[in-house]
T-cell receptor, first 112, second 111 residues
Framework: NAGVTQTPKFQVLKTGQSMTLQCAQD?????MSWYRQDPGMGLRLIHY???????DQGEVPNGYNVSRSTTEDFPLRLLSAAPSQTSVYFC???????????FGSGTRLTVV | SQQGEEDPQALSIQEGENATMNCSYK?????LQWYRQNSGRGLVHLIL?????REKHSGRLRVTLDTSKKSSSLLITASRAADTASYFC???????????FGKGTTLSVSS
């Protein structure tokens, strides 16, 4: 089915470990973005991209890196995991940003 | 900082009643969007209203936008238990290249 696919669905990391959260879409969407959702905080924008090779920082970018080598994929890298990065992470995509976004089902990350 | 703020934070109603959620935002917008999130799931786009529109309907949903007051409301008519979810408003960031969300309204519809 067409949509936004996020992997893994669940992950437990130890403090200091690194990992990559994967996000892929097959709708030829140019706009992609990453969010984290914490209780009582809604969704906060981490990084976003408007096309291959173009990325920019959102509201809470510290501790995260992104790259966009293809239109389909937009991975989020945690360089050195910290307990404060325990959260649910969502990836979203849109064709042009002027219509609704399609969200993935999320990755629940716990850092111990 | 978050652009939109929803009000109320939580709302509990009976099946068949109407539910109204409000959203206020800070800066000028091109459009405002509403999303639904069922517990533990991803967000689903409900409706988008453009800055030159005042009202929009989709099924049992009615959205209004008042750009002079920088506010929007989402009305769900004849609520059902399946409408139990969190509802978020979102506007574009400064460049219109990503969404900025409010903290959401949690709606509980009991039968």
């Amino acid at each position: 089915n067409a949509g936004v696919t996020q992997t893994p669905k669940f992950q437990v990391l130890k403090t200091g470990q690194s990992m990559t959260l994967q996000c892929a879409q097959d709708m030829n969407h140019e706009y992609m973005s990453w969010y984290r959702q914490d209780p009582g905080m809604g969704l906060r924008l981490i990084h976003y991209s408007v096309g291959a090779g173009i990325t920019d920082q959102g509201e809470v970018p510290n501790g995260y890196n992104v790259s966009r080598s293809t239109t389909e994929d937009f991975p989020l890298r945690l360089l050195s995991a910290a307990p404060s990065q325990t959260s649910v992470y969502f990836c979203a995509s849109s064709y042009s940003g002027r219509e609704g976004y399609t969200f993935g089902s999320g990755t629940r990350l716990t850092v111990v | 900082s978050q652009q939109g703020e929803e009000d109320p934070q939580a709302l509990s109603i009976q099946e068949g009643e109407n539910a109204t959620m409000n959203c206020s935002y800070k800066t000028s917008i091109n459009n405002l969007q509403w999303y639904r999130q069922n517990s533990g799931r991803g967000l689903v786009h409900l409706i988008l209203i453009r800055s030159n529109e005042r009202e929009k309907h989709s099924g049992r949903l009615r959205v209004t936008l008042d750009t002079s007051k920088k506010s929007s409301s989402l009305l769900i008519t004849a609520s059902r238990a399946a409408d139990t979810a969190s509802y978020f408003c979102a506007t574009g960031n400064q460049a219109g290249t990503a969404l900025i969300f409010g903290k959401g309204t949690t709606l509980s519809v009991s039968s």
